[in-house]
């Protein structure tokens, strides 16, 4: 049954015999207990309803597969008591290791489960924590998504933010400030607005920054449906995309590119995240004792047509 090369042809063709005759499924529970191990990964997401993770996850599963192993995967809503309640199948040791796609346990807490059990953070992660992790560089790509619009001649440039202010949404408006600094555009507080991370998200701050005086001429949101929900916010104004108002957006998750406007966007390599962060776990799930490791994968400005053709007078 374990397909050993020792075993005779016919004898093991017998043996086949005798279990389809039986209908006998071999009991998974009882050899994962006897190796000490479940072949099951958790993973955990803060939102199951963001469009981001589908390839993210995508990446984590193929890896997984290939080596043997399936992933489950629990929504915490970034609540670290849900958190605490899934990590306790780590702790029983019903899955054998646990991918953070978003933590909510603090990086001390985070450390002190590393030294006992294969974890690795993905995407969201805590700078304190030592564990290894892989994202991208959030300050760069929030630099790069601002140093366009203003290459594209605006200087009153908005940004809609997340209230929840997770480490990459921080990392996004520091490189968002340090290409405002650097052109010589001074930055002002309510150009920055904070809301819930989603669609209606980006409709409430772009309307709110339509009310500045004067008001942005380019939006630049931390997620493509924030940026999406800030397009439906203009075009319910009929202010012209992007010859009123540019948008750009963060992730180039699906919508971005059926969206009329085509959403200029910063693509994050998602599904590379996803394995990446899978082929970190299963190191140290096999060699039990590994180097941290951060690995900081490369973002991309794909430019449509909701930036494009502005020419500030």
Not at 115 to 132: F, G, L, N, T
Not at 225 to 238: C, P, Q, T
């Amino acid at each position: 049954m374990n397909n050993n090369p020792s075993v005779a042809p016919t004898t093991r063709k017998k043996v086949q015999m005798a279990i389809d005759k039986l209908g006998y499924e071999p009991n998974l529970l009882g050899r994962n207990l006897r190796r000490l191990e479940t072949k099951m990964i958790l993973v955990l997401l803060q939102s199951l309803s963001n469009p981001f993770y589908s390839k993210v996850v995508q990446g984590m599963e193929d890896v997984g597969h290939r080596n043997g192993y399936n992933v489950m995967i629990c929504n915490t809503d970034f609540d670290t008591n849900r958190e605490k309640e899934y990590l306790s199948l780590l702790k029983n040791k019903l899955v054998d290791g646990v991918i953070f796609a978003a933590p909510a346990l603090s990086g001390k807490e985070l450390s002190m489960m590393a030294k006992q059990y294969p974890i690795v953070q993905c995407c969201e992660y805590k700078a304190d924590a030592q564990v290894s992790r892989v994202s991208i560089d959030n300050v760069q790509a929030g630099y790069t998504a601002t140093r366009h619009l203003i290459d594209m001649g605006h200087t009153n440039i908005g940004m809609i933010s997340g209230q929840n202010r997770l480490p990459s949404a921080k990392e996004r408006e520091k490189g968002y400030k340090m290409a405002l600094k650097e052109a010589g555009i001074s930055f002002r507080d309510p150009w920055i607005q904070y809301e819930s991370y989603g669609f209606h998200g980006g409709f409430r701050g772009t309307q709110a920054l339509l009310q500045l005086d004067p008001r942005p001429t380019a939006l630049f949101a931390i997620s493509d449906i924030m940026a999406i929900g800030a397009m439906k916010a203009l075009k319910e104004k009929n202010i012209s995309i992007p010859n009123e108002m540019a948008v750009i957006g963060f992730d180039n998750t699906g919508i971005s590119g059926m969206y009329d406007p085509g959403l200029t966007t910063i693509a994050q390599p998602r599904y590379e995240l996803g394995a990446t962060a899978m082929e970190l776990l299963l190191q140290a799930i096999n060699k039990k004792e590994t180097p941290i490791q951060n690995k900081v994968l490369a973002h991309e400005l794909i430019i449509r047509e909701s930036t494009k053709g502005f020419s500030d007078k």
